[in-house]
């Protein structure tokens, strides 16, 4: 049987380009004791894979030349040589981009019931995870602090905004186009929102967190970064998930040290990854289930189409085209 | 009666100055009910201090420009209009560099029997507990793990190699004459000890610490740390007490961004002063004193003499020419 499957065909430099994919044909024989053949229903782009395509040390291993590309994808079982998995049955997992593919039974799950598969890529998947651990474990906001959430509009900081907001929290996000300024200020609930692009953000961040800042849920890194902790309260705590503007640079990227006012100030950084919290995940798929289903966590996907359109969709990340989670429907 | 006291002539530019600093005559009355009359023994310089002299927003206010400078003091009392203290007395608090003053009983507590009194200054005073908070609090260290101490001859420095080992860790000290090497070697248990300004620190650092860095206590701040944190094993854990080598800065200090570090090894950064610690301060002060006294905590001071010494002896400390505790003996 033949599938097509997207490789990594060389290192990107700088933001990743089309030419950095490869597509590939591949044939696909059957399943054995303990396998399962899968297509893809919904795959998950995600910021974090540009650091596996670099060949730097890091928490998970670089992305092989000539080899799939792999990350979240909900897949049907189309058929299985499993005793945990039967034919029709929806999975998800760390998967290969690929249009057919055979996987062991121990990467997959099965889907909970009573929720969209494709949120297992967001909501209650890695980003939904990341955001409430980040938040709740790292940042744990106390009701009436700031919370400032930069990389607000991503399929994280959507998230972050609200369940700071069920915490009783005054919550400033910072995005990059006004789309995404009202669309964080009317759909998910954020007291305001920074577009960095075009206004100042100090003084929008001198306006907006009057009494300086407790908690921040920090995405981007760089310069938005500076401006934040420089306005940290005592005992401020700063949960550090993501780093995009740095992820695509080639040199050592350099700033003003933050160490002085992190002493100043008695504060806490943290970074995570979210399966440090593994143990922890039925805890919070729980707890995100329940905001869902009541109506307390609003959670946006923007659904691009089509196999051959997930190098496009990956690409755009990097350029602020995605609002909310990215996902490419099958 | 007339009374000596050093008073902030200027703000420092950069390292401080003797013209920073100056010399008055002034008198002092008697103490009114709740009040004593203190002379000093031992006067302690210390590298937050230079924090102060500056005009900047920061955990302590200011030292205001004439007013005398304010550290920690170990003091005779000489009169005593207080119920709680009475002539004799040897007492500890922050007081003013003055030969006599006047304070209320509310700045000032007993020293602990059955220690030197100097020690207050030190071991089980200031730099003592703050090197058992950042180290047992923050670090966390556990058997076997590597440490590493930057300004690791300074007061709190010796104090943290030292209960590392303790605690049954590899140790690996920053320090910068050959003099303070051989002192952390021989003395205060370091299995290792970098020159900073004769060895390539990074060479150094791959060499004594074969396994990574679990845990840093950081005093100095500045490229020493950029080298440590590139180091760090998955979940590091940074105690930041100090950052002596930005402290005279004039500009803002610059340097590689430390947080796509942090991030990629789940690392945890965590600043503090030890006044976030007051609750457990018997706790500390009770367990110091006994690995002092069963010896398994080695103490050593710098004694410079005399009043008119202490502006010498407070510069010396952004020299390098203390080992241990600087102290000024009245």
Same mark, same amino acid.
């Given at each position: 049987?033949?599938?097509?499957?997207?490789?990594?065909?060389?290192?990107?430099?700088?933001?990743?380009?089309?030419?950095?994919?490869?597509?590939?044909?591949?044939?696909?024989?059957?399943?054995?004791?303990?396998?399962?053949?899968?297509?893809?229903?919904?795959?998950?782009?995600?910021?974090?894979?540009?650091?596996?395509?670099?060949?730097?040390?890091?928490?998970?291993?670089?992305?092989?030349?000539?080899?799939?590309?792999?990350?979240?994808?909900?897949?049907?079982?189309?058929?299985?040589?499993?005793?945990?998995?039967?034919?029709?049955?929806?999975?998800?997992?760390?998967?290969?981009?690929?249009?057919?593919?055979?996987?062991?039974?121990?990467?997959?799950?099965?889907?909970?019931?009573?929720?969209?598969?494709?949120?297992?890529?967001?909501?209650?998947?890695?980003?939904?995870?990341?955001?409430?651990?980040?938040?709740?474990?790292?940042?744990?906001?106390?009701?009436?602090?700031?919370?400032?959430?930069?990389?607000?509009?991503?399929?994280?900081?959507?998230?972050?905004?609200?369940?700071?907001?069920?915490?009783?929290?005054?919550?400033?996000?910072?995005?990059?186009?006004?789309?995404?300024?009202?669309?964080?200020?009317?759909?998910?609930?954020?007291? +305001?929102? &920074? $577009?960095?692009?075009?206004?100042? /953000?100090? @003084?929008?961040?001198?306006? !907006?967190?009057?009494?300086?800042?407790?908690?921040?849920?920090?995405?981007?890194?760089?310069?938005?970064?500076?401006?934040?902790?420089?306005?940290?309260?005592?005992?401020?705590?700063?949960?550090?998930?993501?780093?995009?503007?740095?992820?695509?640079?080639?040199?050592?990227?350099?700033?003003?040290?933050?160490?002085?006012?992190?002493?100043?100030?008695?504060?806490?950084?943290?970074?995570?990854?979210?399966?440090?919290?593994?143990?922890?995940?039925? +805890?919070? &798929? $729980?707890?995100?289930?329940?905001? /869902?289903? @009541?109506?307390?966590?609003? !959670?946006?996907?923007?659904?691009?189409?089509?196999?051959?359109?997930?190098?496009?969709?990956?690409?755009?990340?990097?350029?602020?085209?995605?609002?909310?989670?990215?996902?490419?429907?099958?």
């Amino acid at each position: 049987m033949k599938a097509k499957q997207i490789v990594l065909a060389t290192r990107p430099i700088g933001v990743p380009k089309f030419e950095d994919f490869r597509f590939e044909e591949v044939n696909v024989g059957s399943p054995q004791k303990g396998e399962v053949m899968l297509q893809p229903l919904y795959v998950s782009v995600d910021p974090y894979m540009r650091g596996r395509m670099s060949d730097s040390k890091s928490y998970v291993p670089p992305f092989e030349l000539g080899q799939p590309i792999v990350g979240g994808i909900v897949s049907t079982v189309v058929e299985s040589n499993s005793d945990l998995f039967k034919k029709g049955d929806t999975v998800h997992g760390l998967l290969p981009w690929a249009t057919t593919c055979i996987v062991s039974e121990k990467e997959i799950s099965k889907t909970f019931p009573g929720i969209s598969p494709s949120y297992h890529l967001g909501i209650v998947g890695m980003p939904g995870l990341t955001a409430y651990f980040g938040l709740t474990d790292i940042c744990r906001p106390k009701e009436g602090e700031t919370v400032v959430v930069s990389g607000a509009a991503g399929a994280v900081g959507t998230v972050v905004g609200q369940i700071a907001k069920i915490k009783g929290c005054r919550v400033v996000g910072i995005a990059g186009t006004q789309e995404k300024v009202e669309l964080l200020r009317n759909s998910f609930g954020y007291d +305001e929102v &920074i $577009n960095y692009k075009t206004e100042d /953000v100090e @003084e929008m961040l001198d306006k !907006y967190c009057p009494n300086g800042i407790d908690c921040y849920y920090d995405n981007v890194g760089g310069n938005i970064t500076d401006y934040v902790i420089q306005r940290f309260n005592r005992y401020a705590r700063m949960a550090l998930c993501g780093q995009i503007s740095l992820y695509n640079s080639t040199d050592i990227p350099m700033g003003p040290r933050i160490l002085p006012a992190i002493l100043k100030t008695s504060s806490l950084i943290k970074g995570f990854i979210v399966r440090d919290y593994m143990d922890r995940f039925p +805890e919070a &798929i $729980n707890q995100l289930s329940i905001w /869902v289903n @009541e109506g307390q966590l609003n !959670y946006k996907e923007t659904i691009v189409e089509g196999f051959d359109n997930i190098p496009k969709a990956f690409i755009g990340l990097f350029k602020g085209s995605n609002e909310g989670k990215m996902i490419v429907k099958i």
